[in-house]
Nanobody, 126 residues
Framework: VQLQASGGGLVQPGGSLRLSCVTS????????IGWFRQAPGKEREGVAC?????????YYTESVKGRFTISRDKAKSTAYLQMNNLQPEDTALYYC???????????????????WGQGTLVTVSS
């Protein structure tokens, strides 16, 4: 099983980045994908997740609503996190993860995720 996160980098406040999570080794269609982040000195937090259902239900933490968009391409077994209007407080190491669960309460809990990628660093600074 592999999850390869990429797309991080240095961006100015107000800028945009698109993170990618390329997966292999498990049935992508039947797993929800979540993006988490961990800033220096802070606990890991859930950012966004997208369900495995045909509806592709999405959930976002309050601080990123309206700025971030999570999506998935089942043909490519890849998930994305489009991040717009980035702010310094978005600076963190971003991870993607895969979960076999469905409910909002499960998908917002990192312990419900079976597989994790290695992280990609996002730095927002002028």
């Amino acid at each position: 099983v592999q999850l390869q996160a990429s797309g991080g980098g240095l961006v100015q406040p107000g800028g945009s980045l698109r993170l990618s999570c390329v997966t292999s080794g498990f049935n992508f269609d039947y797993y929800a994908i979540g993006w988490f982040r961990q800033a220096p000195g802070k606990e890991r937090e859930g950012v966004a997740c997208i369900s495995s259902s045909a509806d592709d239900n999405t959930y976002y933490t309050e601080s990123v609503k309206g700025r971030f968009t999570i999506s998935r391409d089942k043909a490519k077994s890849t998930a994305y996190l489009q991040m717009n209007n980035l702010q310094p407080e978005d600076t963190a190491l971003y991870y993607c993860a895969a979960s076999p669960y469905y409910s909002y309460s499960d998908l917002t809990s990192s312990i419900k995720y079976d597989y994790w990628g290695q992280g990609t660093l996002v730095t927002v600074s002028s």
